[in-house]
């Protein structure tokens, strides 16, 4: 029977680096909520915890978003090097064909004037 730790290390390890670099948002997220409410003396107790759960989500939606644009961009740019690899792929065993044919062309009637 399988347990969810079970499976590919790879996606198991960037499962992990994906919750670590979401925490360290979450960090620097309320961090920075802490030192611009810092600016702001003459807010209430109540006033500062509320400035700050804004400025955090504000600034975790900004992480979101920025990370969502990079895993497309990722994304993009993996199908366009998968597509240029395909094509010189190609390429390279059309090149090969062709000099194994030229090859086959110049060396047979050689082999066959040399044998007679």
């Not at 702001?40 to 644009?69: G, I, K």
Request: one cysteine or more.
């Amino acid at each position: 029977m399988g347990t969810q730790g079970e499976g590919n290390p790879a996606e198991g390890i960037a499962r992990l680096e994906g919750y670590l670099l979401w925490n360290a948002h979450i960090t620097e997220a309320h961090e920075e909520a802490g030192r611009f409410a810092d600016r702001l003396p003459w807010l209430t107790d109540s006033e500062r915890r509320d400035v700050e759960s804004a400025y955090a989500t504000d600034r975790l939606a900004v992480a979101r978003a920025t990370d969502a644009h990079i895993v497309r961009r990722i994304t993009e740019i993996r199908s366009e090097y998968i597509e240029r690899y395909e094509r010189l792929r190609a390429r390279c065993i059309a090149w090969a064909v062709i000099c194994a044919a030229a090859m086959s062309a110049v060396l047979t009637p050689l082999a066959l004037a040399l044998g007679q």
